[in-house]
């Protein structure tokens, strides 16, 4: 599997990210700084955690415009697995790939911890490797991560199993206090239709090695380079 990691003034986490990848795939992915227009040819696209631009107007406003975003934007559309992981989430609903916006933490405080969450979808690239109602612990580090849309797209996630994962409690339930930042219906990870881009608030990289205290994220890349390669 070959892998492309895109790098923003601000980002921090596409090291962690391209060391979780290596350890899955054997292949070192390529950093692509986002100033550059084009993409090699890779298999799956991934937009790292961090502070694009510092978080300027909002969180991933300004890394939508970036040179290399059109180019991502034509990819995801074409079918690439492309995957946003905090910041990049935010990113990914700034571009338009995914409905909705992430907003300031209902608690108006960065939340830094480790969460549970519950995997809703198992058919998906991202999520292949887990079992349905699967509860994980993963860490969040956020300001921005209210996910927010209106009544109809809400429902139309419900409806369509776009929803990849949503906060809970350690027993598996989606309640207001096992929720970090307000989120509506406690979601955490979000599938375009296609269910080939997938939004994330926590960080799968940062539960990929045991001397990080778990080991919940490192199926998500396992899974990625299983179905990239089959």
Known sequence: MTAAII????????????????????RAPRLIWHRETALPKVDLIVIPGG??????LRAGAIAAHSPIMREVVARAHAGVPTLGICNGFQVLTETGLLP???TRNASLRFVCRDVHLRVEQTDSVFTCKYRPDQVLRIPVAHMDGNYIADD????????HGQIALRYCDADGAATAEANPNGAQRNIAGLFNRRRNVLGLMPHPERAADPHHGGTDGRALFAGLVEMIAA
Request: charge should be negative; hydrophobic fraction near 40%.
């Open 7 to 26: 790098v923003f003034p601000g980002s921090n986490c596409d090291r962690d990210t391209a060391v979780a990848l290596e350890a899955a795939s054997g």
């Open 51 to 56: 502070f694009a631009y510092g978080d300027y």
């Open 100 to 102: 909705g916006v992430l």
């Open 152 to 159: 109809t797209t809400l429902q139309e996630l419900e409806d």
